[in-house]
């Protein structure tokens, strides 16, 4: 099945996905402010720091919030039913692992946490507006059958992916914990060698010798470097 290439709307896979996610950032919740840290790992004893709980959850709606606009606005391709239980299964691992990584963390709120909130800000607006900006372009008819090269995605290919890189490493950054990095690790793994060689290949069967001018061009998940 080319998932890029069938249409739908999909409401009944997208109300699962919306249902999973809200259970579990509730446990997200339940985690970071209501002692379930703590009745996981009964053995510490830290409290951790209530301002990066508190940043942490934020962050879990903020991106709740952008899911929802993602799934209702801009996806428009058919969500088969096991990507409508994966999404919920790879989003809980920012909002339940980075709960975990960063509760017990009782360290001053200081210049990492600050650096990952403006990263987390960045990449949601990157990620976000460069979605935007092409559901706009793809609204006027004069574009149909055409690439979209403009805005943000002039920089980079996949700018939306870079966009998602940023802020899950805000996310990291927040909890204070090393190995928070292993997630951003793996997420840059998943696009490079996964998702973005699938979408590729839909994009130059679709739009041929236009695609791999722009490929050829422009560079594919970092701009400037990547």
Known sequence: MDLYSQKSKSIPQKVIILLLEIIIIVCS??????????????????????????????????????????LFVFIKRKIPWTEAFNIPFAFGLYYIGFAMLGYSNDDAFGLFGIAGISLFIVGSCINTF??????????????????????????????????????????????????SVIIVIFLFCFFAFYNIPMLDKHLASRYGEAFVDYKRKTRKLIPFIY
Request: aromatic fraction near 22%; include cysteine.
């Open 29 to 70: 919740y339940w985690i970071l402010f209501e002692g379930g840290y703590h009745k996981i790992f009964s053995s510490s004893t830290s409290s951790g720091n209530e301002i990066r709980h508190l940043v942490l959850f934020l962050f879990n709606c903020i991106v709740f919030f952008r899911i929802c606009i993602t």
């Open 130 to 179: 460069s979605e935007l900006f092409r559901y706009n372009w793809k609204k006027n008819s004069a574009n149909n059958g055409h690439l979209y090269t403009k805005g943000l995605f002039r920089y980079a290919t996949h700018i939306n992916y870079f966009g998602d890189l940023l802020w899950v490493s805000g996310y990291a950054l927040v909890t204070g914990n090393i190995y």
